[in-house]
């Protein structure tokens, strides 16, 4: 369904736009109880035309390498490969994250960028 999403198929969307409406509604209660307030919303989904473009670059610039099938970056400075295209076509965590730290140095103009994750969603 993912790769569905991806592609921009109709009903995928609809049924994430709704998933997207029911969890704002609880980020707001959270936000509104911490006294948070004028947030600017970027999602993960706002990189998702981003994404080909950026993967393409780094293609060009020799960074990606094609393992089983997927396209990955290999660093010194873990042994697992960052997946930035996964072998059905789709992309994952690694894209949206690759992408999003492109965006905010390039694009935000950020000196330093301090990206946080947990691993709810490790496979």
């Known amino acids: 369904e993912v790769v569905a999403l991806q592609s921009g198929d109709e009903y995928a969307r609809k049924a994430w736009q ?7 509604k609880s ?6 109880r911490l006294g948070i307030e004028g947030l600017k919303e970027q999602g993960e989904s706002f990189y998702n035309d981003m994404i080909g473009p950026i993967v393409e670059k780094l ?14 970056i290999f ?3 873990d042994e697992v490969p ?5 072998s059905d076509g789709g992309y994952g965590y ?11 140095l390039t694009q935000l ?9 947990d691993l709810g969603q490790e496979t």
Request: net charge negative; charged share 30%; proline share 0%.
């Open 59 to 72: 293609e060009k610039d020799g960074l990606v390498v094609e393992s089983n099938g997927a396209k990955c």
């Open 82 to 86: 960052m997946m930035v295209v996964k």
């Open 94 to 104: 690694d894209s949206t994250d690759v992408t999003a730290v492109w965006y905010r």
């Open 109 to 117: 103009h950020a000196d330093e960028v301090v990206y946080v994750t």
């Open 18 to 24: 709704i998933c997207c409406d029911i969890s704002r």
């Open 27 to 32: 980020f707001e209660e959270v936000y509104k």
């Open 75 to 77: 660093t010194d400075i």
